[in-house]
T-cell receptor
Framework: SQQGEEDPQALSIQEGENATMNCSYK?????LQWYRQNSGRGLVHLILIRSNEREKHSGRLRVTLDTSKKSSSLLITASRAADTASYFCATVTHQAGTALIFGKGTTLSVSS | EAQVTQNPRYLITVTGKKLTVTCSQN?????MSWYRQDPGLGLRQIYY???????DKGDVPEGYKVSRKEKRNFPLILESPSPNQTSLYFC????????????????FGNGTRLTVT
């Protein structure tokens, strides 16, 4: 059961530019999380935003959440080549309880 | 070092030959889960466990078994693997706060790439 859908599917930018990825979901959530995956490796947690929060920052990452639109965005500022990875949003829904449901991801390529 | 350890990293097997992928975490996490990742389909949950002796089906449980006899271990068992189970598998764990709520991030293992011929 797909809950989150990331947009765009793929994004190519130059080093130093900002990268914005969006996530839309279908049902009300407890929280929304963003993860990064380097090619073929395990996912790494980036940031968690609760349903009663609107914005959260962590280093060069900024996440916003709009529960009225059922959407979230992840902004990476001043991108680096090392940011090249796939980025996934994941949601915990009131219905799912203890299941974290992932979207299909955005593949970000940062070239130097 | 806090980590989730999966073994093996790579596995090639033949149809019907039972196999087990092990997963162990050293963070005393209650919650553990198995996902499979396939191109174009993203990550899909196979099974999860909220504590010892408590397991539940995820989205794609058919053809898989799990057990949770100890808190740290959550093996994934394929009794009779088939080629459509060729995939990249991830084990993950997390704290479980409150009564069924889930506000803690998942910690992932490095994955097991399984090929069934």
């Amino acid at each position: 059961s797909q809950q989150g859908e990331e947009d765009p599917q793929a994004l190519s930018i130059q080093e130093g530019e900002n990268a914005t990825m969006n996530c839309s979901y279908k049902t009300s959530i407890n929280n929304l999380q963003w993860y990064r995956q380097n090619s073929g490796r395990g996912l790494v947690h980036l940031i968690l935003i609760r349903s009663n929060e609107r914005e959260k920052h962590s280093g060069r990452l900024r996440v916003t959440l709009d529960t009225s639109k059922k959407s979230s965005s992840l902004l990476i500022t001043a991108s680096r080549a090392a940011d090249t990875a796939s980025y996934f949003c994941a949601t915990v829904t009131h219905q799912a309880g203890t299941a974290l449901i992932f979207g299909k991801g955005t593949t970000l390529s940062v070239s130097s | 070092e806090a980590q989730v350890t999966q073994n093996p990293r790579y596995l090639i097997t033949v149809t019907g030959k039972k196999l087990t992928v092990t997963c162990s975490q050293n963070m005393n996490h209650e919650y553990m889960s198995w996902y499979r990742q396939d191109p174009g389909l993203g990550l899909r949950q196979i099974y999860y466990s909220m504590n010892v002796e408590v397991t539940d089906k995820g989205d794609v449980p058919e053809g898989y078994k799990v057990s949770r006899k100890e808190k740290r271990n959550f093996p994934l068992i394929l009794e009779s693997p088939s080629p459509n189970q060729t995939s990249l598998y991830f084990c993950a764990s997390s704290l479980l706060e409150g009564f069924g709520s889930y506000n803690s991030p998942l910690h992932f293992g490095n994955g097991t790439r399984l090929t069934v011929t």
